[in-house]
Nanobody, 115 residues
Framework: VQIMESGGGLVQPGGSLRLSCAASGFTFSMYDMNWYRQAPGKERELVASISPGGVITDYLDSVKGRFTISRDNAKATVSLQMNSLKPEDTAVYYC?????????WGQGTQVTVSS
């Protein structure tokens, strides 16, 4: 299983970023996919989840209405569109899949929201 995130960067408050996660080594369309984040000195937290078919999504309360998770099963990718970014969204963002009881993580991508 391989997970690789991309799309992070520095953005001003109120701006937008789109994160992407490319997965391989498993049947992507069969599994929930998740985005987590970890800010300095804080625990990693679940930001958004999406069901295998993409119909069911769930979000951390603080990002509801600003972030949108989506997936393309044909390309084995999952994305996180982040709008109206705030300084408190600054963190390393990780993509994760749980497969057969084991968690597989990417290396993470840094998102910094600052003026």
């Amino acid at each position: 299983v391989q997970i690789m995130e991309s799309g992070g960067g520095l953005v001003q408050p109120g701006g937008s970023l789109r994160l992407s996660c490319a997965a391989s080594g498993f049947t992507f369309s069969m599994y929930d996919m998740n985005w987590y984040r970890q800010a300095p000195g804080k625990e990693r937290e679940l930001v958004a989840s999406i069901s295998p078919g993409g119909v069911i999504t769930d979000y951390l309360d603080s990002v509801k209405g600003r972030f949108t998770i989506s997936r393309d099963n044909a390309k084995a990718t999952v994305s996180l569109q982040m709008n109206s970014l705030k300084p408190e969204d600054t963190a390393v963002y990780y993509c994760k899949v749980r497969r057969r009881g084991a968690d597989y993580w990417g290396q993470g991508t840094q998102v910094t929201v600052s003026s």
